[in-house]
């Protein structure tokens, strides 16, 4: 099975930063695309960041020029680097990762993380 391990959040004031690691594991033969969501209360789920395999970025545009998002393919990690956080930045983060876990492209889905609180004070 393939599992998505957060770690990294918090609480922290305005204007601070961390740093979330979504470790992948298990079964893989390929990983795609790899994402930051997040989901505030009473709130839909958004994206965040999103990283391909070969480092192209996008983000959303409450975040750009705040965070940033890489990935090591080796240790098959991806990271959100945020910066200059705000209270409206207070929600839980998910880690998505599309895994290959065969070498048939029927094996390719989405994988989520079990979500990771982050919790910016005023």
């Known amino acids: 099975q393939v599992q998505l391990v957060e770690s990294g959040g918090g609480l922290v004031q305005a204007g601070g930063s961390l740093r979330l690691s979504c470790a992948v594991s298990?079964?893989?033969?390929?990983?795609?695309?790899m994402a930051w969501y997040r989901q505030a209360p009473g709130k839909q789920r958004e994206l965040v960041a999103s990283?391909?395999?070969?480092?192209?970025?996008n983000y959303a545009d409450s975040v750009t020029g705040r965070f940033s998002i890489s990935r090591d393919n080796d240790k098959k990690l991806v990271s959100l680097q945020m910066n200059s956080l705000k209270p409206d930045d207070t929600a839980v983060y998910y880690c998505?990762?599309?895994?290959?876990?065969?070498?048939?492209?029927?094996?390719?889905?989405?994988?989520w993380g079990q979500g990771t609180q982050v919790t910016v004070s005023s």
């Open positions: 298990g079964a893989i033969y390929r990983i795609n695309v």
């Open positions: 990283i391909t395999s070969i480092g192209s970025t």
């Open positions: 998505k990762a599309n895994v290959q876990a065969e070498v048939t492209l029927l094996s390719r889905r989405d994988y």
